[in-house]
């Protein structure tokens, strides 16, 4: 059963760079079945789509985060990472890691999330 | 600001049936059968519970459905149960530029 776990620093200064890393298990990240992406909750607040990746690093964002995202693939660890630049309290999340259906254009397997404060 | 609107709160007695809109546009909603639904219980993971405007996954209650019309997505719950208190959260495919957009999200109460 496909698992996906989420691992960062949980605190990042203010205009300094997000790192996350998602390691995926239970499957293989090339597989074709598969875009790999990530999706952030302020607290309090709705989901909100980041952008995703395919096992080929191609990748897709969300046009209001594209010019500070990269998310790439590691197929040798099966990791893909979330690269966010200048980030600003605004940014304070709770980051998501998911699989996107490509048949279906779901997000059926979410990681449990991992907590990003940006705080001097 | 999300992109799709859903109401912020629906409640509803046991065994009751409750329904949450989710409001979009020419853009996404009503122009791709696209739509998916999440549950999402306090300080868990959201879940896939419908994808596809009415598809379920395999292992989801049949007490879930969904339906569209025009561009408003619906999620129905049937005989509702203490266990379906949770936020209920929208998604819909936007094209190639926009991809995927979320709605904010309802907060269903099981009274």
């Known amino acids: 059963q496909l698992q996906l776990q989420e691992s960062g620093p949980g605190l990042v200064k203010p205009s300094e760079t997000l790192s996350l890393t998602c390691t995926v298990s239970?499957?293989?990240?090339?597989?074709?079945?598969?875009?790999w992406g990530w999706i952030r909750q302020p607290p309090g607040q709705g989901l909100e789509w980041i952008g995703c990746v395919f096992h080929t690093g191609s990748a897709f964002y969300n046009p209001s985060l594209k010019s500070r995202v990269t998310i790439s693939v590691d197929t040798s660890r099966n990791q893909f990472s979330l690269r966010l630049t200048s980030v600003t309290a605004a940014d304070t999340s709770l980051y998501y890691c998911?699989?996107?259906?490509?048949?279906?254009?779901?997000?059926?397997?979410w990681g449990q999330g991992t907590i990003l404060t940006v705080s001097s | 600001q999300s992109a799709l609107t859903q109401p912020a709160s629906v409640s509803g007695s046991p065994g009751q049936s409750i329904t949450i809109s989710c409001t979009g546009s020419s853009s996404d909603v009503g122009n791709y059968n696209l739509v998916s639904w999440y549950q999402q219980h306090p300080g868990k993971a959201p879940k896939l519970i419908l994808y596809?405007?009415?598809k379920r996954p395999s292992g989801v209650s049949d007490r879930f459905s969904g339906s569209k019309s025009g561009n408003t997505a619906s999620l129905t719950i049937s005989g509702l149960q203490p266990e379906d208190e949770a936020d209920y959260s929208c998604?819909?495919?936007?094209?190639?530029?926009?991809?995927?957009?979320f709605g904010p999200g309802t907060k269903v109460t099981v009274l």
């Open positions: 596809e405007d009415t």
């Open positions: 998911v699989s996107l259906w490509r048949a279906t254009d779901a997000f059926d397997v």
């Open positions: 998604c819909s495919y936007a094209g190639t530029t926009v991809h995927y957009v």
């Open positions: 239970g499957g293989s990240i090339s597989t074709t079945t598969y875009y």
